[in-house]
């Protein structure tokens, strides 16, 4: 045997029999224990020597340990091993030893239920007897040996070879001595197991098979390097490591093993397991950073589980009714929109956009040398026209005067200027021909030809239609003011005798006398020409606006007080004194009952009461009550209907009162937001209502909304129609007046900002093409509206003048306008207490 090997071998033994030392060592610390364990296996055999000691069981135990470990038992236990070890290693290799010891661990894993009960057995014969008799211990030894062989015969059935290596073992273990039997009694009653050799990853390397395993969770495995065992499995059995080798063996391992570069050891169970090629394979690709899995495809066509499209798909099972199919109104008139700017080409559908965004990116050449007729569906060719040549001059013709041909001298000079031909004098020879017949061609015609069309080819010459427009063309040419003449342009009369401001002014149809209400509860009648007052009517109340009536067989001014609606007589003494006394007849006599009676919606808006009186005396004739204060009253142009107009939302803000039956109606059913103003139509019969945002026009004959105007203000104060009622003009308090015109179109003609504070009221003038605007930027501005018969003519409007309006007080300047019936004079009620007359 090389001496390599039987040190190795040598090294082997001396390390089994340390740990079996060790062992010893380890179990004889707790002796208890192990009484405790040889008398429950002594018990369980059924001994008869345990009888006897039932009754002392600690006096037994001093016995065993006397009779266990005498000195001169030991001594003949380790002579006899000695001897035996010595025997074993002269017949037996080192190799073979090794295989001895494996196949010997397998039969003791595979008989782990007999070697326990029989050690026990055996361990309790020696403990009762104490005897240290070499030939009581051969026979019963020889008896078990006879036993196992039987049963090994009866259950493995293995060949002869493995029964003789075992009968060797119990030769082996025939030369044992007590302490090594008492060893191998604490080792089988520990119930420790070797790791079974048998590879655990051949069903597949799953987490649930390792877990299964080793029970000890997760847990540090270095907590097991002081044990014997490295775990427990699911019986609750403890794992028993495999042999570990030191330096030596792993490099005698390294060189003899050709798949220890691949073998590595579980933590779990401290098995070498051997890495198959697919395992080295699914190392290198997660080293590489590649999938592990080497079927899968990274680049694989993607599938959209989750589209943008959406499915059209039913909601519900039954079918849809039959109004479901059919369009709706506002659908019919979107598509007939659709249709008809097809039909006028006013929009294309996708396909024609297309065709022409195709036909934009085609790039279009001008075929330079094809005919005029060529390329149908192109547009006509426009030449270019060239330049004009200038007129040939004397020396180009064929027959020059004599003066143009060159001399002798001057021919001399042009013969010595040929290399230089640019310096001569003319860049032909004039030549007299006595004919034009005798003219040769010119030799140059078809290079100089050519060279024309290589221009026109390289550089071809665009017509560019420029357009010069100056700033000042940019500017509408307006009338010079001094041709849209007569117009007010200056303060000619002043009137002051109210103590608060005024808020309404109006002149008497023949324009002779002025009426004019305010806050301070007072209507006043001025004279025109001298500005005197001629009477002052006290109401109790503040006069919120005034207006005379336009028939002209009436002698009535209707005043706004509060809630009430009074139609005053200025009195008899003040003009024509007869029609002021017929006017008091005529509304003295009361009308039929049949037509005085109201409904109830009526009735609770308005009220028409009988003057008292005390009231007859100040010259009120007819007073109506309403529910809500008055902000408007408007005349109808027969003057026998008045529009009065209250502070509230709905139906019955606007009340129209007839004057000859004294009855009142509310033509309105309901109405959206605050009225503002309402005016009659001056020539038909229409009444129109303003609201914050919008005014509306309804027809009285038909009862029912003709037009809406949408004048796009904040909050609308004011409007008046033309004399001639096809157009509007619509104030508002943020600073704009919008011109309508009502046959065009609902939204405004034309929008002006000619103040710069709001504006509060307006006026046109019923003669001359006068407007004028006023309100809380101490300016009247005085305006030329013209409105032409002819339709396709638009109107003519244009500022003329800025005039100085009253005094601002409490940051309001003008509240009322109004124009002479017949004469370009302005009049203006001012928030200073003054009415001012502009002519």
Same mark, same amino acid.
């Given at each position: 045997?090389?001496?390599?090997k039987?040190?190795?071998?040598?090294?082997?033994?001396?390390?089994?029999?340390?740990?079996?030392?060790?062992?010893?060592?380890?179990?004889?610390?707790?002796?208890k224990?192990?009484?405790?364990?040889?008398?429950?296996?002594?018990?369980i055999?059924?001994?008869?020597?345990?009888?006897?000691?039932?009754g002392?069981?600690e006096?037994?135990?001093?016995?065993?340990?006397?009779v266990?470990?005498?000195?001169?038992?030991?001594?003949?236990?380790?002579?006899?091993d000695?001897?035996?070890?010595?025997?074993?290693?002269?017949?037996?290799?080192?190799?073979?030893?090794?295989?001895?010891?494996?196949?010997?661990?397998?039969?003791?894993?595979?008989?782990?239920?007999?070697?326990?009960?029989?050690?026990?057995?055996?361990?309790?014969?020696?403990?009762?007897?104490g005897s240290?008799?070499?030939?009581?211990?051969?026979?019963?030894?020889?008896?078990?040996?006879?036993?196992?062989?039987?049963?090994q015969?009866?259950?493995?059935?293995k060949?002869?070879?493995?029964l003789k290596?075992?009968?060797?073992?119990?030769?082996?273990?025939?030369?044992?001595?007590?302490?090594?039997?008492?060893?191998?009694v604490?080792?089988?009653?520990?119930?420790?197991?070797?790791?079974?050799q048998?590879?655990?990853?051949?069903?597949?390397?799953?987490?649930?098979?390792?877990e299964?395993?080793?029970?000890?969770?997760?847990?540090?495995?270095?907590?097991?390097?002081?044990?014997?065992?490295?775990g427990y499995?699911?019986?609750?059995?403890?794992?028993?490591?495999?042999?570990?080798?030191?330096q030596?063996?792993?490099?005698?391992?390294?060189c003899?093993?050709?798949?220890?570069?691949r073998?590595?050891?579980?933590?779990?169970?401290?098995?070498?397991?051997v890495?198959?090629?697919?395992?080295?394979?699914?190392?290198?690709?997660?080293?590489?950073?590649?999938?592990?899995?080497?079927d899968?495809?990274?680049?694989?066509?993607?599938?959209?589980?989750?589209?943008?499209e959406?499915?059209?798909?039913?909601?519900r099972?039954?079918p849809?009714h039959?109004?479901?199919?059919?369009?709706?109104r506002?659908?019919?008139l979107?598509i007939?929109?659709i249709?008809?700017?097809?039909?006028?080409?006013w929009?294309?559908?996708r396909?024609?956009?297309?065709?022409e965004?195709r036909?934009?990116?085609?790039?279009?050449?001008?075929?330079?040398?094809?005919s005029?007729?060529?390329g149908?569906?192109?547009?006509?060719?426009r030449?270019?026209?060239?330049?004009?040549?200038?007129?040939p001059?004397?020396?180009?013709?064929?027959?020059?005067?004599?003066?143009y041909?060159?001399?002798?001298?001057?021919?001399?000079?042009w013969?010595?200027l040929?290399?230089?031909?640019?310096?001569r004098?003319?860049?032909?020879?004039?030549t007299?021909?006595?004919?034009?017949?005798e003219v040769?061609?010119?030799?140059?015609?078809?290079?100089?030809?050519?060279?024309?069309?290589?221009d026109?080819?390289?550089?071809?010459?665009?017509?560019?239609?420029?357009?010069?427009?100056?700033?000042?063309?940019?500017?509408?040419?307006?009338?010079?003011?001094r041709?849209?003449?007569p117009f007010?342009?200056?303060?000619?009369?002043?009137?002051?005798?109210?103590a608060?401001?005024?808020?309404?002014?109006?002149?008497e149809?023949?324009?002779?006398?002025?009426?004019?209400?305010?806050d301070?509860?007072?209507?006043?009648?001025?004279?025109?020409?001298?500005?005197?007052?001629?009477?002052?009517?006290?109401?109790?109340?503040?006069?919120?606006r005034?207006?005379?009536?336009?028939?002209?067989?009436?002698?009535?001014?209707?005043?706004?007080?509060?809630?009430?609606l009074?139609?005053?007589n200025?009195?008899?003494?003040?003009?024509?004194?007869?029609r002021?006394?017929?006017?008091?007849l005529?509304l003295d006599?009361?009308?039929p009952?049949?037509?005085?009676?109201?409904?109830?919606?009526t009735?609770s808006?308005?009220?028409?009461?009988?003057?008292t009186?005390?009231?007859?005396?100040?010259g009120?004739?007819?007073a109506i009550?309403?529910?809500?204060?008055?902000?408007?009253?408007?005349?109808?142009?027969r003057g026998?209907?008045?529009?009065?107009?209250?502070?509230?939302?709905?139906?019955?803000?606007?009340?129209v009162?007839?004057?000859?039956?004294? /009855?009142?109606?509310?033509? &309105?059913?309901?109405?959206? @937001?605050q #009225?503002? +103003?309402?005016? =009659? *139509?001056?020539?038909? !019969? %229409?009444?129109?209502?303003?609201?914050?945002?919008?005014?509306?026009?309804?027809?009285?004959l038909?009862?029912?909304?003709?037009?809406?105007?949408?004048?796009?203000?904040?909050?609308?104060?004011?409007?008046?129609?033309?004399?001639?009622?096809?157009?509007?003009l619509?104030?508002?308090y943020?600073r704009?007046?919008?011109?309508?015109?009502?046959?065009?179109?609902? /939204?405004p003609?034309?929008t &002006?900002?000619?103040?710069? @504070?709001? #504006?509060? +009221?307006?006026? =046109? *003038?019923?003669?001359? !093409? %006068?407007?004028?605007?006023?309100?809380?930027?101490a300016?009247?501005?005085?305006?030329?509206?013209?409105?032409?018969?002819d339709?396709?003519?638009n109107?003519l409007?244009?500022?003329?003048?800025?005039?100085?309006?009253?005094?601002v007080?409490?940051?309001?300047?003008?509240?009322?306008l109004?124009?002479?019936?017949?004469?370009?004079?302005l009049?203006?009620?001012g928030?200073?207490?003054?009415?001012r007359?502009y002519?």
């Amino acid at each position: 045997m090389p001496p390599l090997k039987a040190g190795l071998s040598l090294k082997r033994k001396i390390e089994t029999e340390n740990k079996v030392e060790s062992k010893y060592e380890q179990e004889s610390s707790n002796t208890k224990g192990l009484e405790e364990l040889t008398l429950s296996e002594l018990n369980i055999e059924g001994d008869s020597t345990d009888s006897e000691h039932e009754g002392n069981e600690e006096g037994s135990d001093q016995d065993q340990d006397e009779v266990l470990f005498k000195d001169s038992d030991v001594s003949s236990l380790e002579d006899e091993d000695v001897e035996y070890a010595s025997d074993e290693s002269s017949e037996l290799t080192d190799s073979e030893a090794e295989g001895e010891s494996v196949n010997s661990n397998d039969n003791n894993n595979a008989e782990s239920e007999d070697s326990d009960t029989e050690s026990d057995a055996e361990s309790g014969i020696g403990h009762t007897h104490g005897s240290s008799g070499s030939e009581s211990e051969k026979q019963t030894l020889k008896n078990k040996q006879k036993k196992k062989i039987a049963k090994q015969k009866i259950k493995t059935k293995k060949p002869d070879k493995d029964l003789k290596e075992k009968s060797q073992n119990k030769k082996g273990t025939t030369s044992k001595g007590s302490v090594d039997r008492l060893a191998d009694v604490i080792e089988g009653s520990s119930q420790m197991q070797p790791v079974e050799q048998k590879d655990e990853y051949e069903s597949g390397d799953t987490s649930d098979e390792e877990e299964r395993r080793n029970t000890v969770g997760d847990i540090p495995m270095w907590w097991y390097n002081e044990y014997p065992h490295i775990g427990y499995d699911l019986d609750g059995r403890k794992i028993v490591k495999p042999p570990q080798r030191d330096q030596i063996d792993e490099f005698l391992k390294k060189c003899e093993d050709p798949d220890f570069w691949r073998t590595v050891r579980d933590p779990s169970t401290g098995q070498d397991v051997v890495l198959s090629k697919e395992d080295l394979q699914l190392i290198q690709r997660i080293r590489e950073g590649q999938v592990p899995n080497p079927d899968h495809d990274e680049y694989q066509p993607w599938v959209e589980w989750f589209s943008r499209e959406v499915l059209a798909t039913p909601l519900r099972a039954f079918p849809e009714h039959k109004r479901s199919f059919l369009p709706s109104r506002s659908e019919q008139l979107q598509i007939a929109k659709i249709v008809h700017a097809l039909k006028m080409g006013w929009t294309k559908t996708r396909k024609q956009l297309a065709a022409e965004r195709r036909d934009r990116r085609e790039k279009k050449f001008y075929n330079l040398w094809g005919s005029t007729g060529e390329g149908e569906g192109r547009a006509p060719h426009r030449p270019v026209p060239p330049p004009r040549r200038p007129p040939p001059p004397h020396a180009e013709s064929y027959n020059p005067p004599p003066e143009y041909l060159l001399d002798a001298k001057e021919m001399k000079e042009w013969n010595k200027l040929k290399e230089t031909p640019w310096k001569r004098k003319y860049t032909f020879l004039p030549t007299r021909h006595a004919s034009l017949r005798e003219v040769p061609a010119y030799q140059r015609f078809v290079r100089e030809r050519f060279l024309r069309c290589l221009d026109l080819y390289l550089a071809p010459r665009a017509i560019k239609m420029r357009l010069t427009i100056s700033a000042s063309e940019l500017v509408p040419r307006l009338p010079s003011p001094r041709e849209l003449q007569p117009f007010p342009t200056g303060e000619a009369l002043c009137l002051r005798g109210h103590a608060a401001p005024v808020r309404s002014v109006d002149f008497e149809p023949s324009g002779q006398y002025i009426v004019s209400g305010g806050d301070d509860g007072a209507v006043k009648i001025w004279e025109t020409s001298t500005g005197r007052c001629l009477r002052t009517i006290e109401l109790g109340e503040p006069v919120s606006r005034v207006l005379w009536s336009p028939a002209p067989a009436l002698w009535l001014v209707a005043a706004a007080a509060g809630s009430r609606l009074l139609l005053l007589n200025p009195g008899t003494r003040i003009g024509h004194h007869r029609r002021a006394a017929r006017t008091d007849l005529l509304l003295d006599e009361p009308p039929p009952q049949h037509d005085v009676q109201p409904d109830e919606r009526t009735a609770s808006a308005v009220k028409w009461e009988r003057v008292t009186p005390e009231d007859w005396a100040k010259g009120i004739r007819i007073a109506i009550t309403h529910f809500k204060p008055i902000v408007h009253v408007s005349w109808h142009g027969r003057g026998d209907y008045v529009a009065a107009s209250v502070r509230a939302e709905g139906g019955r803000a606007v009340c129209v009162h007839q004057v000859s039956r004294r /009855r009142s109606q509310l033509p &309105l059913a309901r109405l959206a @937001g605050q #009225v503002q +103003a309402a005016h =009659f *139509h001056p020539a038909r !019969p %229409l009444l129109a209502v303003a609201t914050q945002r919008a005014v509306r026009l309804y027809d009285l004959l038909k009862q029912e909304l003709v037009r809406k105007l949408r004048p796009g203000a904040q909050w609308i104060s004011d409007f008046a129609f033309h004399p001639a009622g096809d157009n509007m003009l619509v104030a508002s308090y943020d600073r704009k007046c919008m011109w309508f015109d009502l046959e065009l179109s609902p /939204r405004p003609y034309q929008t &002006l900002r000619l103040h710069g @504070g709001a #504006v509060r +009221a307006l006026a =046109f *003038h019923r003669r001359y !093409p %006068l407007f004028a605007t006023g309100g809380d930027d101490a300016h009247v501005v005085v305006s030329h509206g013209m409105v032409y018969n002819d339709l396709l003519q638009n109107p003519l409007i244009v500022p003329l003048k800025q005039i100085r309006g009253p005094e601002v007080k409490d940051e309001l300047c003008v509240l009322d306008l109004r124009f002479h019936p017949t004469q370009p004079w302005l009049l203006a009620a001012g928030a200073d207490s003054t009415i001012r007359l502009y002519s």
